[in-house]
């Protein structure tokens, strides 16, 4: 399912630029590292933000059965 999503969130920029035309055929690694920086930081950010939703909701469920 994440895979989905990920490929769905996929943009490529179409740079018409004469450095991109001259290395048409080869990798830019550079740009894969950063693709993949800014990917590891968008799912680290979900994945606190899922923890704290469920922390919050095991405390509340705590603090309602204690009461």
Not at 3 to 29: C, M, T, Y
Request: aromatic share 2%; net charge positive; glycine share 2%.
């Amino acid at each position: 399912m994440s895979a989905e999503l990920k490929f769905k969130e996929h943009n490529i920029p179409e740079d018409n630029s004469s450095d991109n035309s001259v290395n048409k055929g080869r990798v830019n690694v550079t740009n894969l590292v950063s693709r993949l920086n800014n990917e590891k930081k968008k799912e680290r950010n979900s994945n606190i933000a899922l923890s704290v939703a469920a922390v919050s909701a095991v405390t509340v469920f705590g603090i309602i059965l204690s009461l």
